[in-house]
């Protein structure tokens, strides 16, 4: 089956500090990749869509220049925490869909659990 | 606007015997429906949809759903419930897309689902 996956699965980093967090679709090719960040205990928020070459669309509320997106590549989609600051802190997860997909079926990396000091 | 409602925080069952999570749904139009389920610190997993069809979708794991459109519902079920099934299980309505693209995905709460011995 379709596999994402993230990296790395677990940050640390110094309040102020940049941290980049990979995306990348194993087996298929992803024109739009998404960017999700759960808070505990909490479902799912929408942070942003990204289309490969071209700029991503950030949901109400998200700061773009804060949480930068690139989508470079079919299989790759990157996402950095500008100067991190601790409520930053949060677990990332991403998701891509397959190009030319019929099934509208997301498929979701496993998480990125970022703890900004 | 679409949305999707989980009226369970928390399910408890034991093992060995059948679950029910349930889920509601308010969308205009037909309606995409998935559940995910998620273990603890791990991204979700596909577990099945409803697009079109049959209303009973079998899924992965031995579990499925019941696509009832009088009720709105989307209940996932197992006959046979497994500790290990323990886990926070979604379900998400597709929203609507605009120009012809697909729509976001619109999570619900979560369930937390707890298998005794």
């Known amino acids: 089956g379709a596999v994402v996956s993230q990296h790395p699965s677990r940050v640390i980093c110094k309040s102020g500090t940049s941290v980049k967090i990979e995306c990348r679709s194993l087996?298929?090719?992803?024109?739009?990749m998404f960017w999700y960040r759960q808070f505990p205990k909490k479902s799912l928020m929408l942070m942003a869509t990204s289309n490969e070459g071209s700029k991503a669309t950030y949901e109400q509320g998200v700061e773009k220049d804060k949480f930068l997106i690139n989508h470079a590549s079919l299989t790759l989609s990157t996402l950095t925490v500008t100067s991190a600051h601790p409520e930053d802190s949060s677990f990332y997860i991403c998701?891509?869909?397959?190009?030319?997909?019929?099934?509208?079926?997301?498929?979701f990396g496993p998480g990125t659990r970022l703890t900004v000091l | 606007a679409q949305s999707v409602a989980q009226p369970e925080d928390q399910v408890n069952v034991a093992e060995g015997n059948p679950l029910t999570v349930k889920c509601t749904y308010s969308v205009s139009g037909n309606p995409y429906l998935f559940w995910y389920v998620q273990y603890p610190n791990r991204g979700l997993q596909f577990l099945l949809k409803?697009?079109?069809?049959?209303?009973l979708v079998k899924g992965s794991y031995g579990f499925e759903a019941e696509f009832n459109k009088s009720q709105t519902s989307f209940h996932l079920k197992k006959p046979s419930a497994l500790v290990s099934d323990s886990a926070l299980y979604f379900c998400?309505?597709?929203?609507?897309?605009?120009?012809?693209?697909?729509?976001?995905?619109?999570f619900g709460k979560g369930t937390k689902l707890s298998v005794k011995p």
């Open positions: 409803y697009i079109t069809g049959d209303n």
């Open positions: 998400v309505v597709r929203d609507k897309g605009h120009g012809g693209s697909q729509g976001n995905l619109i």
């Open positions: 087996d298929f090719q992803a024109t739009t």
């Open positions: 998701s891509a869909r397959e190009s030319g997909s019929s099934t509208d079926t997301q498929y």
